[in-house]
């Protein structure tokens, strides 16, 4: 049996690689990454659609993060950026470093700037071992960090404001993952109450009836790295107003199996379930470094029919484009 002494080596020894990964993986790609213009590596974009902003970054094995801007809200961390210290609730979609790597890093840097834990919602899964490698860094570091690992289930709801709630969905990785849904909270009076006049509800409130059913409306659901059958799975997630969706590869250079085997979708599987999209904008994210953006949107120009072109967007690379 390995001693004490050992296991903690190799604990170790993980984390400088993981740390190594994260630092050495998108130089050796920089050329993928580089804004020609503006010198920088996984630059910050945002996509508008009605009154949500999304801001962030994607590329398939080197990073992923969105926030949702007036939310206090993050889907996925990458490697980890200052813009994201202040929000204070993250939901990670699965273990991978290039989703998830940036969580002690965000932990430092709200303790640094004195503000409360954050709390990371996650796959029951992952919280062991980011508490284990909390407690690495920590013991590396010298100090204690205050953080708040919370297990999410199916079934769960975690409250963003009076009117937004996020659930999980099923996703199907290599490795345990959920997808996220921001829904809104829509109250209506009851119908059997519909009769009733403004001050006979008004006495219901009074005497503590619920005069409201509660309808939850999907606005935005992320899906995090995962086949194609979580599209198939949740109806929520096909109703959802906009649905940011990894497609990792998009022409023959990669087969739908190569997709399947690494726990991704291809286009292929994507374009004969368009039509059974209900909501009014797929998002196209975690985009292979060998596919362009101009790349991608020809090949939707060409594949998509026409009357479902406007439902797909790609996910800019850099600002601008």
């Not at 990454?33 to 996509?47: A, R």
């Amino acid at each position: 049996m390995p001693s004490e002494e050992f296991e903690t080596f190799l604990s170790t020894l993980r984390i400088w690689l993981f740390s190594l990964r994260v630092l050495i993986l998108p130089l050796a790609v920089g050329r993928l990454l580089e804004d020609k213009k503006k010198g920088v590596l996984l630059p910050l974009v945002d996509w508008k659609h009605g009154s949500w902003i999304l801001r962030g970054s994607s590329l398939a094995g080197v990073g992923t993060h969105y926030s949702l801007l007036g939310c206090d809200v993050a889907f996925d961390v990458a490697q980890g950026f200052p813009h994201l210290a202040p929000i204070s609730r993250f939901f990670i979609s699965h273990g991978h470093m290039d989703h998830a790597a940036g969580i002690p890093y965000i932990i430092s840097q709200r303790a640094l700037a004195h503000l409360p834990p954050a709390k990371f919602y996650m796959p029951s899964s992952m919280v062991s071992f980011m508490t284990m490698i909390m407690a690495i860094w920590q013991e590396m570091e010298g100090h204690e960090y205050s953080f708040e690992f919370c297990p999410l289930s199916l079934g769960e709801e975690v409250p963003l404001r009076n009117d937004l709630i996020v659930k999980p969905f099923r996703t199907m990785h290599r490795i345990p993952s959920l997808g996220y849904t921001v829904f809104q909270i829509r109250k209506n009076l009851r119908p059997d109450l519909v009769k009733l006049t403004e001050t006979e509800i008004r006495e219901q409130r009074r005497r503590g009836v619920e005069v409201n059913v509660r309808h939850l409306a999907p606005e935005i659901s992320f899906s995090g790295d995962t086949k194609i059958e979580f599209f198939d799975e949740c109806e929520w997630v096909r109703k959802s107003r906009i649905l940011v969706m990894e497609v990792t590869y998009i022409d023959e250079k990669k087969s739908v199996q190569n997709a399947r085997d690494w726990g991704h979708i291809h286009l292929d599987e994507l374009l004969p379930r368009l039509p059974l999209f209900e909501g009014e904008k797929i998002l196209l994210t975690h985009l292979s470094g060998r596919h362009g953006i101009e790349d991608c949107e020809r090949i939707l120009d060409k594949r998509v029919p026409k009357d479902l072109r406007d439902k797909i967007a790609v996910f800019p690379r850099f600002a601008g484009s």
